[in-house]
């Protein structure tokens, strides 16, 4: 499920974008001014930013650079009243990656979305490797390495450290873990999950007894907060 952070001061709008995009399956946040926008676009850990030019605070201009240049790579879809070429192409010199102009079609701000969500995934497989500290995951090996040297690991920890790594940042209950790892139907136990985190944790962490990285929220779940080169 695709995270996507509305950046739109018009009520009536965002309104209507956070249901539509809530029910295509998306899951949103909506703010209403560039600071928070900024903030929240870099805390977030989102695969879209849906962005409004004209916001209190800040500008959609300021917010897209200031995304840009604290090196946030999600796809930034830009939302617009105006119609002159200039402020689109400096939008675009920005880093935004589209524009829709309002009033917009719902069914093609969707198809924008998802063409975006596409092209997103498709270069994040293409990188292949993620790092943090002294750790690489190699999802075309299969392979976890610390400190340049191979991690053994089973299937269902690396299938369980890739979810956290998909999911950085965010919240997960054990029941999403279960869901998203072991598959619907599976008949185990939330002492499972326990077990495999803390099997995963002996191989990330630099004291598996004090995580650092692989974090319990007390009575949710789990929150994977790496340290990225």
């Known amino acids: ?3 996507i952070l509305i950046a739109e001061d018009e009520p009536g709008i965002a ?4 249901d539509d995009l809530t029910l295509d399956g998306y899951e949103v946040e909506v703010v209403a001014d560039g600071e928070v926008a900024s903030r929240r676009g870099r805390e977030g850990c989102f695969d879209l930013v849906l962005l409004d030019i004209m916001l209190p605070v800040k500008s959609g201009f300021d ?5 840009r240049r604290a090196g946030i790579s999600a796809p930034i879809l ?10 689109k192409i400096m939008g ?9 102009t309002k009033p917009f079609s719902p069914h ?8 975006l969500l596409r092209r997103s995934t498709a270069e994040a497989t293409d990188r292949q490797i993620f790092a943090f500290r002294d750790v690489e995951v190699d999802f075309t090996r299969g392979e976890l ?13 690396f299938k369980l450290l890739a979810t956290f790594i998909r999911n950085r940042g965010r919240l997960l209950s054990r029941d999403q873990l279960l869901d998203q790892v072991w598959g619907h139907g599976i008949a185990v136990t939330e002492r499972v999950v326990d077990n495999q985190v803390l099997s995963l944790r002996k191989k990330i962490e630099s004291d598996a007894a004090e995580p ?18």
């Open 78 to 87: 830009m939302l617009t009243a105006r119609t002159q070429e200039a402020d």
């Open 212 to 229: 650092r990285i692989l974090v319990s929220v007390r009575g949710m779940g789990y929150r994977f907060d790496p340290e990225p080169y």
């Open 63 to 67: 917010v897209c650079r200031e995304l």
């Open 15 to 18: 309104l209507t974008l956070e």
């Open 108 to 115: 093609e701000l969707r198809a924008r979305i998802r063409a």
């Open 92 to 100: 675009l010199d920005l880093g935004a990656d589209d524009y829709v």
């Open 145 to 157: 390495r610390r400190g340049g040297k191979p991690v053994e690991t089973s299937a269902l920890e």
């Open 1 to 3: 499920m695709a995270r």
